[in-house]
Antibody, heavy 116, light 115 residues
Framework: QVQLVESGGGVVQPGRSLRLSCAAS????????MHWVRQVPGKGLEWVAF????????YYVDSVKGRFSISRDNSKNTLYLQMNNLRSEDTAVYYC?????????WGQGTLVTVSS | DIVMTQSPDSLAVSLGERATINCKSS????????????LAWYQQKPGQPPKLLIY???TRESGVPDRFSGSGSGTDFTLTISSLQAEDVAVYYC???????????FGQGTKLDIK
Protein backbone atom coordinates (compact mmCIF):
# COMPACT_ATOMS: atom_id res chain seq x y z
CA GLN A 1 0.00 0.00 0.00
CA VAL A 2 0.98 3.64 -0.38
CA GLN A 3 3.34 4.93 2.29
CA LEU A 4 4.84 8.36 2.78
CA VAL A 5 7.13 8.60 5.80
CA GLU A 6 8.47 11.99 6.84
CA SER A 7 11.54 12.51 8.98
CA GLY A 8 13.89 15.27 10.05
CA GLY A 9 11.63 17.35 12.26
CA GLY A 10 12.64 18.62 15.65
CA VAL A 11 13.34 21.71 17.72
CA VAL A 12 15.50 24.37 16.09
CA GLN A 13 16.43 27.95 17.00
CA PRO A 14 15.21 30.88 14.93
CA GLY A 15 17.51 31.61 12.00
CA ARG A 16 18.80 28.05 11.81
CA SER A 17 18.19 25.39 9.14
CA LEU A 18 16.53 22.01 8.94
CA ARG A 19 16.04 19.46 6.16
CA LEU A 20 12.97 17.28 6.02
CA SER A 21 12.79 14.01 4.08
CA CYS A 22 9.85 11.98 2.86
CA ALA A 23 10.35 8.35 1.82
CA ALA A 24 7.74 7.08 -0.62
CA SER A 25 6.67 3.53 -1.40
CA UNK A 26 3.71 1.64 -2.83
CA UNK A 27 3.20 3.87 -5.87
CA UNK A 28 5.17 5.10 -8.87
CA UNK A 29 6.87 8.05 -7.20
CA UNK A 30 8.69 9.24 -10.32
CA UNK A 31 5.44 10.11 -12.14
CA UNK A 32 3.82 11.99 -9.27
CA UNK A 33 3.96 15.67 -8.47
CA MET A 34 4.74 16.09 -4.78
CA HIS A 35 4.05 18.71 -2.12
CA TRP A 36 4.77 19.84 1.38
CA VAL A 37 1.76 20.99 3.38
CA ARG A 38 1.97 22.28 6.94
CA GLN A 39 -0.41 22.61 9.84
CA VAL A 40 0.05 24.53 13.06
CA PRO A 41 -1.24 22.18 15.80
CA GLY A 42 -4.94 22.80 16.30
CA LYS A 43 -5.15 25.05 13.22
CA GLY A 44 -5.83 24.70 9.50
CA LEU A 45 -3.82 23.46 6.54
CA GLU A 46 -1.38 25.53 4.50
CA TRP A 47 0.23 24.45 1.25
CA VAL A 48 3.97 25.16 1.30
CA ALA A 49 5.62 23.91 -1.89
CA PHE A 50 5.17 21.77 -5.03
CA UNK A 51 7.64 19.96 -7.26
CA UNK A 52 6.78 18.40 -10.59
CA UNK A 53 7.35 14.71 -11.25
CA UNK A 54 10.69 15.38 -12.96
CA UNK A 55 11.87 18.09 -10.57
CA UNK A 56 11.93 20.75 -13.28
CA UNK A 57 9.14 22.92 -11.87
CA UNK A 58 8.94 24.18 -8.31
CA TYR A 59 6.47 26.55 -6.67
CA TYR A 60 6.19 28.00 -3.19
CA VAL A 61 3.80 29.92 -1.00
CA ASP A 62 4.96 33.54 -0.71
CA SER A 63 5.86 33.27 3.00
CA VAL A 64 8.64 30.73 2.35
CA LYS A 65 10.02 31.94 -0.99
CA GLY A 66 13.77 32.45 -0.79
CA ARG A 67 14.03 30.47 2.47
CA PHE A 68 12.69 26.98 1.65
CA SER A 69 13.73 24.71 -1.22
CA ILE A 70 11.90 21.59 -2.38
CA SER A 71 13.74 18.82 -4.21
CA ARG A 72 13.43 15.14 -4.99
CA ASP A 73 15.55 12.10 -5.81
CA ASN A 74 13.53 9.75 -8.00
CA SER A 75 16.24 7.09 -7.77
CA LYS A 76 15.66 6.98 -4.01
CA ASN A 77 11.89 7.64 -4.04
CA THR A 78 12.50 10.52 -1.66
CA LEU A 79 11.23 14.07 -1.38
CA TYR A 80 13.06 16.80 0.53
CA LEU A 81 12.40 20.22 2.01
CA GLN A 82 15.40 22.36 2.89
CA MET A 83 14.29 25.03 5.35
CA ASN A 84 16.67 27.93 5.99
CA ASN A 85 16.40 31.04 8.17
CA LEU A 86 13.58 29.46 10.15
CA ARG A 87 11.11 31.68 11.98
CA SER A 88 8.77 31.02 14.89
CA GLU A 89 5.83 31.16 12.48
CA ASP A 90 7.23 28.12 10.64
CA THR A 91 6.39 25.97 13.67
CA ALA A 92 4.00 23.29 12.41
CA VAL A 93 3.50 19.67 11.48
CA TYR A 94 4.88 19.23 7.96
CA TYR A 95 3.18 16.67 5.73
CA CYS A 96 4.42 15.42 2.41
CA UNK A 97 1.63 14.74 -0.06
CA UNK A 98 1.35 13.38 -3.59
CA UNK A 99 -0.83 14.65 -6.42
CA UNK A 100 -1.19 17.57 -8.80
CA UNK A 101 -4.56 19.36 -8.61
CA UNK A 102 -5.40 17.64 -5.32
CA UNK A 103 -3.57 15.62 -2.70
CA UNK A 104 -4.15 11.91 -3.19
CA UNK A 105 -1.64 10.63 -0.67
CA TRP A 106 -0.46 12.00 2.69
CA GLY A 107 2.25 11.09 5.14
CA GLN A 108 1.77 11.11 8.91
CA GLY A 109 3.72 14.34 9.29
CA THR A 110 6.79 15.51 11.19
CA LEU A 111 6.72 18.30 13.77
CA VAL A 112 9.02 21.27 13.39
CA THR A 113 9.31 23.60 16.37
CA VAL A 114 11.19 26.86 15.97
CA SER A 115 12.02 28.23 19.38
CA SER A 116 14.92 29.75 21.26
CA ASP B 1 -4.74 35.41 -3.84
CA ILE B 2 -7.74 33.11 -3.89
CA VAL B 3 -9.56 32.90 -0.57
CA MET B 4 -11.65 29.86 0.35
CA THR B 5 -14.38 30.43 2.94
CA GLN B 6 -16.20 27.52 4.54
CA SER B 7 -19.48 27.68 6.39
CA PRO B 8 -20.33 26.95 9.06
CA ASP B 9 -17.17 26.83 11.17
CA SER B 10 -18.76 24.02 13.17
CA LEU B 11 -21.95 22.04 13.19
CA ALA B 12 -23.58 19.23 15.13
CA VAL B 13 -25.88 16.75 13.42
CA SER B 14 -27.82 13.78 14.76
CA LEU B 15 -26.79 10.28 13.74
CA GLY B 16 -28.52 9.29 10.51
CA GLU B 17 -29.29 12.88 9.56
CA ARG B 18 -27.85 14.93 6.69
CA ALA B 19 -24.80 17.16 7.16
CA THR B 20 -24.01 19.95 4.70
CA ILE B 21 -20.82 21.99 4.52
CA ASN B 22 -20.36 24.90 2.14
CA CYS B 23 -17.24 26.30 0.52
CA LYS B 24 -17.02 29.55 -1.40
CA SER B 25 -14.07 30.62 -3.52
CA SER B 26 -13.15 34.27 -4.12
CA UNK B 27 -12.74 33.46 -7.80
CA UNK B 28 -13.90 30.71 -10.11
CA UNK B 29 -12.08 27.38 -9.99
CA UNK B 30 -13.77 26.17 -13.18
CA UNK B 31 -11.32 25.79 -16.03
CA UNK B 32 -12.97 26.10 -19.44
CA UNK B 33 -10.10 24.24 -21.13
CA UNK B 34 -11.27 20.94 -19.66
CA UNK B 35 -14.53 21.91 -17.90
CA UNK B 36 -13.17 20.77 -14.54
CA UNK B 37 -13.67 22.45 -11.20
CA UNK B 38 -10.40 22.18 -9.32
CA LEU B 39 -12.01 21.80 -5.91
CA ALA B 40 -11.35 18.97 -3.46
CA TRP B 41 -12.66 17.95 -0.03
CA TYR B 42 -10.68 16.31 2.78
CA GLN B 43 -11.57 14.72 6.11
CA GLN B 44 -9.17 14.99 9.04
CA LYS B 45 -9.62 13.07 12.27
CA PRO B 46 -7.63 13.92 15.42
CA GLY B 47 -4.02 12.82 15.25
CA GLN B 48 -4.29 11.78 11.59
CA PRO B 49 -3.34 13.39 8.29
CA PRO B 50 -6.10 14.61 6.01
CA LYS B 51 -7.80 12.06 3.77
CA LEU B 52 -9.01 12.87 0.26
CA LEU B 53 -12.77 12.40 -0.08
CA ILE B 54 -13.83 14.25 -3.25
CA TYR B 55 -11.92 15.80 -6.15
CA UNK B 56 -12.94 17.79 -9.23
CA UNK B 57 -15.83 18.98 -7.05
CA UNK B 58 -17.92 15.82 -7.36
CA THR B 59 -15.71 12.76 -8.04
CA ARG B 60 -15.59 10.46 -5.05
CA GLU B 61 -12.18 9.01 -4.24
CA SER B 62 -11.95 5.22 -4.43
CA GLY B 63 -13.06 3.58 -1.19
CA VAL B 64 -14.97 6.60 0.13
CA PRO B 65 -18.52 5.65 1.22
CA ASP B 66 -21.25 6.82 -1.12
CA ARG B 67 -22.94 8.78 1.66
CA PHE B 68 -20.32 11.44 0.88
CA SER B 69 -21.06 13.58 -2.17
CA GLY B 70 -19.81 16.85 -3.60
CA SER B 71 -21.58 19.39 -5.77
CA GLY B 72 -21.24 22.89 -7.13
CA SER B 73 -19.38 24.76 -9.84
CA GLY B 74 -17.48 27.99 -10.33
CA THR B 75 -17.29 29.58 -6.89
CA ASP B 76 -19.82 27.74 -4.72
CA PHE B 77 -19.46 24.16 -3.56
CA THR B 78 -21.08 21.79 -1.09
CA LEU B 79 -20.03 18.61 0.69
CA THR B 80 -22.99 16.51 1.80
CA ILE B 81 -23.01 13.53 4.12
CA SER B 82 -26.40 11.94 3.50
CA SER B 83 -26.68 9.93 6.70
CA LEU B 84 -24.20 10.84 9.42
CA GLN B 85 -22.29 7.99 11.04
CA ALA B 86 -20.29 8.19 14.27
CA GLU B 87 -17.03 7.69 12.36
CA ASP B 88 -17.70 10.86 10.33
CA VAL B 89 -16.84 13.10 13.29
CA ALA B 90 -13.89 15.09 11.97
CA VAL B 91 -12.78 18.42 10.57
CA TYR B 92 -13.53 18.87 6.86
CA TYR B 93 -11.51 21.10 4.52
CA CYS B 94 -12.10 22.28 0.98
CA UNK B 95 -9.11 23.04 -1.24
CA UNK B 96 -8.72 24.78 -4.58
CA UNK B 97 -5.98 24.55 -7.20
CA UNK B 98 -5.03 27.57 -9.29
CA UNK B 99 -3.02 26.63 -12.33
CA UNK B 100 -1.00 29.67 -13.34
CA UNK B 101 1.17 29.76 -11.36
CA UNK B 102 0.31 26.64 -9.39
CA UNK B 103 -1.15 27.70 -6.06
CA UNK B 104 -3.21 25.76 -3.57
CA UNK B 105 -5.51 27.19 -0.92
CA PHE B 106 -7.50 25.48 1.81
CA GLY B 107 -10.65 26.63 3.54
CA GLN B 108 -10.39 27.26 7.27
CA GLY B 109 -12.09 23.95 8.12
CA THR B 110 -15.49 22.88 9.46
CA LYS B 111 -15.70 20.84 12.64
CA LEU B 112 -18.45 18.23 12.51
CA ASP B 113 -19.79 16.64 15.70
CA ILE B 114 -22.68 14.45 16.75
CA LYS B 115 -25.70 16.21 18.26
Amino acid sequence: QVQLVESGGGVVQPGRSLRLSCAASGFTFKVYGMHWVRQVPGKGLEWVAFISYDGNNKYYVDSVKGRFSISRDNSKNTLYLQMNNLRSEDTAVYYCAGGVSHFDYWGQGTLVTVSS
Amino acid sequence: DIVMTQSPDSLAVSLGERATINCKSSQSVLYSSNNKNYLAWYQQKPGQPPKLLIYWASTRESGVPDRFSGSGSGTDFTLTISSLQAEDVAVYYCQQYYTTPPMYTFGQGTKLDIK
